[in-house]
């Protein structure tokens, strides 16, 4: 099997796994460009690794500019943990729900 049909083999493998198809020709050939520094196995889990960190919120980036920008290398952001402290009145006497302390500041400044 040739390298070229090998290659080929691989980014079909590398674009049925990218969550946003957009892009082809830009994608194959920044795909070549990046298999000179990866293996394909590394962009497989790369993509992983996006997929799984993505927030909600955010698109998913075009699949050449995943590969351009190096991002199979991103490491996954440590999970973080909030601290939420129960919500405390500051007035005495305290208010027993917070839009009524919001409302009672506003006043008191007046």
């Not at 590398?14 to 194959?28: S, Y």
């Amino acid at each position: 099997m040739s390298a070229t049909t090998l290659l080929a083999e691989d980014f079909a493998r590398f674009w049925q796994t990218f969550p946003h198809r957009v892009g082809k020709l830009a994608a194959q050939r920044a795909y070549v460009k990046a298999r000179q520094h990866a293996s394909a196995a590394e962009l497989l889990d790369g993509i992983a690794r996006y997929v799984q960190a993505k927030p909600a919120w955010a698109e998913y980036c075009h699949p050449a500019t995943w590969l351009n920008s190096g991002r199979w290398m991103d490491e996954a952001p440590a999970p973080t943990t909030r601290i939420y402290e129960p919500w405390v009145c500051p007035h005495e006497p305290q208010c027993k729900h917070r839009p009524a302390c919001d409302f009672l500041s506003t006043r008191r400044r007046a």
